[in-house]
């Protein structure tokens, strides 16, 4: 198996005897162990047995637990790790498509010199040079002038380099993603700190309410930890004391979400918050109780302004008043307003007025995960344009990117793209050929997830305190080196050496801190062994709830309804539910049809059969959606769920690169959004307006419905 280690002495240390059960986690030795490819036919692998490793899903920045089934030195089947408290066994569709992420064609398979190409076409250079690339633009540059910029996965690097750039005295480390935006990761957790006293996410304990009102989160997609969540929604729905789960959901278009739930109510979007507000006050009119701070809310104008009838929100009010577990959570466009921080205290504000702040069925704060001195979100799209200025102000002469794709992910308005022609040398580390990565000087490639050691922190969905490990569960298919390993290299080569030695140690360094940690999952004598269960295990994590329940507070509102661009229709984008943010280069998620849609392989547009018909348009009909930030042309999805003023696009494919299965095909509705912000600093994307003007072409959808069955389309007299 090994130079260092025989099979043998190995079971032993591993104390099992089992060598599907052995590689999960195989102690200290696990780090020399040699997964094989398939032609080299490693010793440990027989024909018809398979050998799990648990790791950690890094298809999005969750950190649900995984375990990979191998055979014969391949990944075969991605499945949950039962063991994992977040997840619990369970994975969405991109975590299942993990492997076409491992296999795919178009990976960027060793260092290049790319030369800022529109396609991959650099010329190859070696390790050695790339190191000492890394290592001169370290050692040459002022501390000032260097710039990391990372994703929101893996943690573990992300705290490599802000030691690193500690080190340097460099500025720390921005980490940015799409995802982050779409959840208005900002809001939430600013509403929480006005409100609770403390900057935290809000844990919403879905799976003890009994009535749940939600709005504009769709918990059920990509929202914050949708596997977590759904879990949690399946609880509630089978419901306690024969009293099944009741789900209200708010938004102006039927998400995946408002599909399921019992009732959809298409506000108007801007709305939210007063809606909350008025359901507030009328549920203490109803229950005979003091109103608190919706005390001077006028439901009947909240009603009008929502496009919903006050009648309809005093039967809601009922609800809610008569439940014993109630609960009220808001995210996406709801939060992505002018007033989208208003809106957050509102529902918050909701919570505590119906008395479920730290009860159960209830309103919590998320544990840290283990190790973690204070919750740290990603960067706001406020402070994603400040550090675009500086990009463009010439401050910054290295930038190394990681995990993120900016040319894509950030709104044109933002500048991004004409800002890093400004800069003297981009490095980025980027495992697939995408926008950002053509746009660098240098493409090191960091291993696939799946070929990776590692951690992520767990930052909600979970009551328990927990952190999830990875560790590789192939031997890496190209020449890719872990880019812990590059930057620790290059440190010592620029005279700015780290105490580690790679990248293993490094992570053995962090997990150092749990061993004499009472009341975890697991417990070690030592660190060796602590890494061993580490790794069979997936992560460690805390047994007992560590869910906060903080002190309710009375919230100041200032209630008031979103402020629009000028434009004929509400724009109303949502993240795929099947793409995600990086998806589009999986084809089986490509050929996933869209939960309300079903359409496969491209962007449309979603209108109201009225308002289509006002306009002349027709099924498949493409339109230009106009705003002042820029334009896109798609073709028209007919959805009776949407409201008439309003109009929808995913987020999701779009793509000038990122390989074969998503360059070239469909539109990025974020090239529509301007650099507005509300008061968290998060993106208003959602206060934006458009008109719609008909292009005079057409092009055909793949869907898997039948348009016949849906909409009668070809079925003449007598059929």
């Given at each position: 198996m090994t130079q260092k280690i025989s099979r043998r002495d190995m079971l032993k240390l591993a104390g099992l005897g089992a060598t599907t059960a052995v590689l999960t986690g195989c102690g200290p030795a696990s780090k020399y162990v040699k997964r094989e490819p398939y032609f080299s036919m490693p010793e440990y692998t027989y024909n018809g047995e398979s050998t799990f490793y648990a790791t950690t899903c890094r298809e999005c920045a969750a950190g649900c637990g995984t375990v990979i089934r191998t055979m014969q030195g391949r990944a075969l089947k991605v499945e949950g790790n039962k063991n994992h408290p977040l997840n619990l066994g369970k994975t969405c569709a991109r975590g299942q498509a993990a492997l076409e992420g491992l296999y795919n064609p178009d990976r960027v398979t060793g260092p290049l010199k790319q030369g800022r190409g529109n396609k991959l076409s650099g010329s190859a250079v070696t390790w050695d040079n790339a190191i000492g690339t890394?290592?001169?633009?370290?050692?040459?540059?002022?501390?000032?002038?260097?710039?990391?910029?990372?994703?929101?996965a893996p943690d573990h690097l992300f705290d490599l380099a802000s030691e690193l750039t500690g080190q340097l005295g460099a500025p720390a480390p921005i980490r940015f993603g799409a995802l982050g935006m779409f959840e208005s990761r900002a809001t939430l957790s600013r509403a929480a700190e006005e409100l609770f006293g403390q900057a935290a996410m809000p844990f919403f304990d879905l799976a003890n309410a009994d009535v749940v009102f939600s709005f504009g989160a769709n918990f059920l997609e990509t929202?914050?930890?949708?596997?977590?969540?759904?879990?949690?929604y399946s609880r509630m729905r089978k419901g306690k004391n024969r009293r099944r789960g009741y789900l209200v959901q708010f938004e102006a278009r039927m998400s995946q979400t408002a599909a399921v739930a019992d009732e959809w109510i298409p506000i108007k979007p801007g709305s939210e918050g007063l809606v909350a507000a008025a359901i507030g006050k009328l549920a203490a009119e109803a229950r005979g109780a003091s109103a608190g701070a919706f005390k001077n809310v006028d439901a009947a104008a909240a009603a009008k302004a929502a496009g919903v009838s006050l009648e309809k929100l005093e039967y809601l009010a009922g609800l809610l008043a008569s439940a014993f577990n109630p609960l009220a959570l808001a995210g996406g466009a709801a939060l992505a307003q002018s007033n989208g921080l208003q809106t957050a205290k509102s529902v918050l504000a909701l919570d505590a007025l119906l008395g479920n702040i730290g009860q159960p069925g209830g309103v919590f704060l998320s544990p840290l995960a283990p190790g973690q001195?204070?919750?740290?979100?990603?960067?706001?799209a406020q402070e994603m344009g400040e550090f675009v200025q500086k990009i463009n102000s010439g401050a910054v002469k290295v930038l190394f990117i990681h995990g993120v794709n900016p040319a894509f992910e950030l709104p044109k308005s933002f500048g991004f793209i004409e800002a890093l022609k400004k800069v003297e040398t981009v490095i980025s580390f980027a495992t697939f050929p995408d926008e950002t990565a053509l746009m660098a000087d240098y493409i090191f490639p960091d291993h696939h997830g799946l070929e990776s050691f590692g951690y992520q922190r767990v930052f909600t969905g979970a009551a328990e305190s927990a952190l999830s490990g990875a560790q590789p569960t192939v031997t890496p298919f190209h020449d890719t080196r872990a880019t812990a390993d590059v930057l620790l290299a290059a440190a010592a080569q620029a005279g700015q050496a780290l105490p580690y030695a790679d990248e293993y140690e490094f992570v053995k360094s962090k997990l150092r801190q749990f061993v004499p940690l009472s009341g975890g999952f697991f417990a070690a004598p030592e660190i060796n062994?602590?890494?061993?269960?580490?790794?069979?295990?997936?992560?460690?994590?805390?047994?007992?709830?560590?869910?906060?329940?903080?002190?309710?507070?009375?919230?100041?509102?200032?209630?008031?309804?979103?402020e629009f661009e000028e434009g004929e229709f509400?724009?109303?984008?949502?993240?795929?539910?099947?793409?995600?943010?990086?998806?589009?280069n999986k084809p089986w998620l490509q050929e996933a049809p869209d939960?309300?849609?079903?359409?496969?392989?491209?962007?449309?547009?979603?209108?109201?059969?009225e308002t289509a018909h006002e306009l002349h348009l027709e099924n498949d009909d493409i339109v230009r959606i106009v705003s002042a930030a820029g334009e896109v042309e798609a073709p028209v999805y007919l959805y009776p769920a949407i409201r008439p003023d309003t109009i929808a696009i995913p987020f999701g494919q779009g793509h000038t690169a990122y390989g074969r299965y998503a360059a070239g095909r469909g539109v990025n509705p974020a090239?529509?959004?301007?650099?507005?912000?509300?008061?968290?600093?998060?993106?208003?994307?959602?206060?934006?307006?458009?008109?719609?003007?008909?292009?005079?072409?057409?092009r055909v959808l793949s869907r898997l419905e039948s348009k016949i069955g849906v909409y009668g389309e070809g079925m003449g007299e007598g059929h």
């Open positions: 890394v290592a001169e633009a370290l050692k040459n540059h002022k501390p000032d002038e260097i710039a990391f910029l990372m994703g929101l929202w914050l930890s949708p596997v977590a969540y759904t879990r949690g001195e204070a919750y740290h979100r990603p960067a706001s062994t602590f890494m061993a269960y580490f790794q069979q295990y997936g992560g460690w994590w805390q047994t007992g709830n560590a869910l906060v329940a903080p002190a309710a507070a009375n919230a100041k509102l200032n209630l008031a309804e979103a509400f724009l109303v984008p949502f993240v795929s539910p099947t793409l995600g943010e990086a998806g589009a939960p309300t849609t079903t359409v496969m392989w491209n962007t449309w547009v979603e209108i109201n059969p090239d529509l959004f301007g650099p507005r912000v509300n008061e968290a600093g998060d993106l208003a994307f959602a206060g934006t307006k458009v008109r719609v003007e008909k292009a005079g072409k057409y």
